[in-house]
């Protein structure tokens, strides 16, 4: 059924895509490697790396923003498989109502809810801290890992838990000694989403932590070092961009499957 | 002997039809316990934020002195002010950028090989969907880099004798808009393609071949078979794509601030500065909220227009 022309053509297309696809972050990471302006060195050199790393703080950067994504994505599934069994399996009887209200925050801008969020952390005094990025991002994520975890649950044999039940076991017995360790795949796949979200957020970031450094995220940092491009050189910038992206690539690379399935199941959902 | 069987007789039914209490479910007080850490957050971090948002849009307010109640009157202005309008208009050029090019890109590329099994089709979904991992701070960076007076554009057109072309892409107020643009057809075109080939592929190769027996030719094959059996990969291409386009900060932000000019405002920047930068925080929450309805509208029409039949 498929001719070699259409064969050929079809994959050089892909490879074309794919090309595209990689040539910004590669262009970006030889730029990093080649000799700043006024260096000694010749050919590649990492000493692009090491000016941003020691100029733009950025182990400092870098350790917040894991600090904020494994705390957004820890509160995160914890609550989302709490919610997801009572919604799920327990049948929760306002469950209806509860799902309508997790359905608004699925496709709430952030720019919804900025003002009255700057309002708040400056009130309390937390702007300037993991807190003020922590919370909000775990109530945006929360409707979509509540989703997921209910859906997921609720492909499971109805038995299961009837058959637990029957033998005595508790309501949360059968949390925890059933669901939640058959939901740990799920649970993976929703953190890497969550994870990537949570890392690369921008907007929140700039407004509830603008002011203090020990405590901004790699993107913020990555921006500002980035908006001094006249006392900083662009190969300098390049390597400080390639620093920020490596984490998640690498973890994207390590991780493809979980990333493609949530990505895409995400996006079904 | 008969008395005990009576009783069995009694008791078999009633624990498997649960007339009594059910075994597991139902209503009680504690299964509130369970929704409370997640709703709580959800509702102070989510749902009062927008309900404050909502409020403030009515108010004439720096963010600091004394609120003034306005009615509608920031509604008026975000309809009425030139600039206002102007920068949602870059939104909609925004949504042919980040949405329907990747969308016609995708359906493009998926018609050339709806007929074909892909080899390596892992590895090219990872590298397509590259685009959508990386921080939009560093997408911002590399494109900077990439549209530079010294960067690799202007070095092709150099190259091929264009030079009366080269400029500063991101600093020229022809170019800005369409630039910040392209950036977001990079970014979304992968998903697209990575969708649509993953929808094609589940389509019957039956319907290919009774298309072919009645003489259809690849053009007519592609709308009679693979458009419409597209429609739910389209569908969620476009929500994902719009919504993107609607909410770019990030790149503007990183790339442009705007400028020059206001070629390149978009409505999330405007609120931004309206919030922080101007203080005129009523006029900013009638914006966002102008914004928000615009995305429930969007996505809610796309997903009724295309939603299948079945």
Redesign the interface.
Known sequence: MESRKEVIAGHAVLIIGALVALYPFVSVALHALSPAPGSAATGWTLENFIGAWTRGGFSRSLWNSALVAFSVVGATAVAAVLAGYVLSVLKFRWRVFVFALLMIGLVLPSEARIIPLYNFFSATGLLNSYWALILPQVASSLPLATFWMANYFSQLPESLAEAAALDGAGEFDILRHIYAPLGMSAVMTLSCLIFLYTWNEFMLALVLMPDNVAVQTAPLSLSFFAGNERTTEPEVIAAAAVLVALPVVIAYFLLQRRFMSGLLEGAVK | MTLASQSQNNNAPR?TSGSAEP?????AW??LL??A???A??A???????V??AY?SFLSWD?ITQARWVGLRNYVSVFTNTQTLTVFGHGLIMIVFYAVLPVLIGLL?VA??T?????LL?M???????????????????????Y?YDG?INAVLNLVGLESLTRAWLGDFDTALISVGLIGT?IN???C???FI?GAQKID?QL?EAARLDGANAVQEFFAVTLPALRGEIS?ALV?TV?NA??N??IV??TTSGGPGTSTLV??YL??EG??VTRN?GF??AA??V??IL??VL?GAITRLLRSRD
């Open positions: 624990q075994a597991i479910g139902g209503f504690r299964h369970y929704l850490p997640g709703l957050v959800y102070l971090f989510c749902l009062w934020p927008l404050q948002t403030f963010g590329i050339i090989m007929r074909i099994r892909i080899r892992a090219f979904r990872t590298v397509l969907f590259l685009p959508q991992i990386l921080a939009t701070v560093v997408v911002a960076v590399a494109w900077r880099w990439i530079a690799p990079w075109f992968g998903l393609m990575v969708l993953g190769t290919y969620i994902l919504t609607l909410r900060f990030d932000w990183n409505p999330s609120i931004y919030a922080f925080v900013a929450a966002s909220v914004l928000t995305i429930l996505t």
